[in-house]
């Protein structure tokens, strides 16, 4: 996986690395500093990134439907 950019709206993504034949991407946070970890993600098994944001620093898995992050979508859902 590399951390690419798209070229139309500018938006942080991981992508494959065989791309055209891999179209495996996923979401990543648009601001603060990404760093690739080993880490797998406890729950689903993918990869884990470190999002380095100001002072705050926290990991995240990169698949956006993991159910790890079901509490965080709830916060979300609550401010709107």
């Known amino acids: 996986m590399i951390i690419r950019k798209a070229r139309v709206s500018g938006k942080r993504f991981l992508g494959c690395s065989n791309y055209p034949k891999c179209t495996t991407s996923y979401p990543l946070p648009q601001k603060g ?9 406890p729950v689903c098994n993918n990869l884990m990134v470190e999002v380095i944001a100001g002072r705050r620093r926290f990991k995240m898995c990169i698949d956006h439907n993991c159910p790890s992050k079901d509490e965080w979508k709830k916060k979300v859902a609550n401010k709107n």
């Open 33 to 41: 500093k990404i760093a690739s970890t080993m880490d797998l993600c």
